[in-house]
């Protein structure tokens, strides 16, 4: 099945898609030819595992196991924005109607046992109006013009290759290649977008999967934006809902409630513009005592907003 639908694949891909050794694969190889299905594997450069291309197989031999896992599938958010999710729905649908009554009878009590919610609490959906544009320029290989917004609001014009769009929960990133660059651009900050007459021609090397593990590992480990501050204490136990889980260690080493139960510790942002942000929302019950940056910009903001509103 993975080569029919993906062509020509070496061993070692091989290997990795169905978790087992290169020599396993070779054996296979070799059962699969001696049972009439004409797979043969070349070695050397260049070379691969491949079927000839008149041979096709029906869907047939589905486990239980295996129906179950399929109807445990729904329509992430992502996928409705992009607007493909009536498509999947008809495309579940054939492959229902494609099994025996008996493995049928599995979609609703798999439905009804197993639900994957892809959105994370609190946070909203992000507005991406020019997702269908650059998603044109994706399956078409045509460069994009766009304007994007920096971190710091300042906005710039781009033109760039659009090599793959990735849903992170329900946030959307591309990756994109500039100046022989590889970047991630996050899809709501595109400002204005439209593909370019010029086609280009994607890296061969570039595998979308891989390269957005590497840059999401590199992109966790960035060097954090640390912040010294005083937790009123009915805020202090509903710090992981805001921080996530990784604030539990902050906690251990923050030092005694003062003598208004306050505690004093050090809270880890991304930059300096989202710890102002996220401050700013938690109210009074948050104090900057360090950098002194920080602490200034957020009297400043609020400074701002009281008066905006008294006068």
């Known amino acids: 099945m993975l080569l029919q639908t993906r062509g020509r694949l070496t061993a070692h891909r091989l290997a990795g898609e169905l978790e087992v050794s290169e020599r396993t694969i070779y054996r296979d190889i070799e059962a699969l030819s001696t049972a009439g299905v004409p797979v043969f594997a070349e070695r050397g450069p260049g070379g691969g595992c491949s079927l000839l291309e008149s041979y096709r197989t029906n869907l047939t031999g589905l486990t239980t196991p295996e129906v179950q896992a399929l109807f445990m599938l729904s329509i992430p958010a992502p996928l409705a924005q992009l607007g493909v999710s009536q498509e999947l729905k008809a495309a579940l649908l054939k492959l229902s109607a494609a099994l025996p009554a008996a493995q049928r009878q599995k979609e609703e009590w798999s439905r009804q046992r197993i639900y994957l919610d892809s959105t994370w609490w609190f946070q909203e959906e992000e507005a991406v109006p020019f997702l269908p544009v650059i998603q044109q320029a994706l399956w078409s290989n045509h460069l994009l013009a766009m304007k994007y917004r920096l971190a710091f ?63 999401a590992a590199h992109y966790k480990d960035r060097p954090e934006f640390t912040v010294t501050a005083r937790i009123a204490p009915h805020l202090a136990p509903e710090l992981p809902r805001y921080f996530g889980e990784g604030i539990h260690p902050a906690l251990d080493e923050a030092s005694p409630p003062d003598e208004q139960g306050w505690l004093t510790l050090r809270l880890p942002f991304e930059s300096f513009e989202a710890a102002r942000d996220r401050i700013l929302g938690l109210g009074r019950a948050v104090e900057v005592l360090a950098p002194e940056a920080l602490r200034l910009s957020v009297i400043d903001f609020a400074q701002q907003i009281v008066a905006f509103y008294t006068n």
């Open 153 to 215: 609001g300042a906005e710039v014009e781009r033109v760039i290759a659009p090599l793959g769009l990735i849903a992170k929960t329900n946030v959307w990133y591309l990756a994109a290649q500039r100046d022989d660059l590889l970047r991630v651009y996050r899809v709501s900050h595109v400002l204005d977008a439209r593909p370019l007459e010029e086609v280009f021609e994607r890296p061969p090397d570039f595998d979308l999967v891989e390269f957005w593990k590497v840059w």
